[in-house]
């Protein structure tokens, strides 16, 4: 079983999502925090799957789709390198050029 690391953005990511959820929908947190970290650990045994979206961006990263939320890391690092965790419907190519 391989490992993963959040970046600080990525932390921020996850606070603001459960933010969100705890004033929208307190019974989601736990099946989507759930639901993240297994994709996270299955990210770090197999960095290989995902897609990538150069029509976001230019950055060497691929992208896991959770429920409405995309997981972005670095296939190529180990631990793997969480980059970010953001809901879909955000201005993407904005926050991944920042």
Do not use: C
């Not at 995902?50 to 976001?56: A, E, N, S, T, W």
Request: aromatic share 8%.
């Amino acid at each position: 079983m391989s490992d993963f690391v959040l970046t600080p953005a990525a932390q921020g990511d996850l606070l603001k999502i459960l933010e969100y959820l705890e004033g929208e929908n307190p019974d989601a947190i736990l099946k989507v925090v759930d639901a993240l970290d297994e994709a996270m650990q299955l990210l770090a045994d197999h960095p290989g799957i995902g897609h990538i979206r150069p029509d976001l961006t230019a950055q060497d990263v691929r992208f896991w789709t959770v429920f409405r939320y995309l997981v972005i890391y670095r296939p190529d690092t180990n631990p793997l390198e969480i980059v970010r965790v953001l809901h879909g419907s955000r201005d993407l190519r904005r926050l991944l050029r920042d």
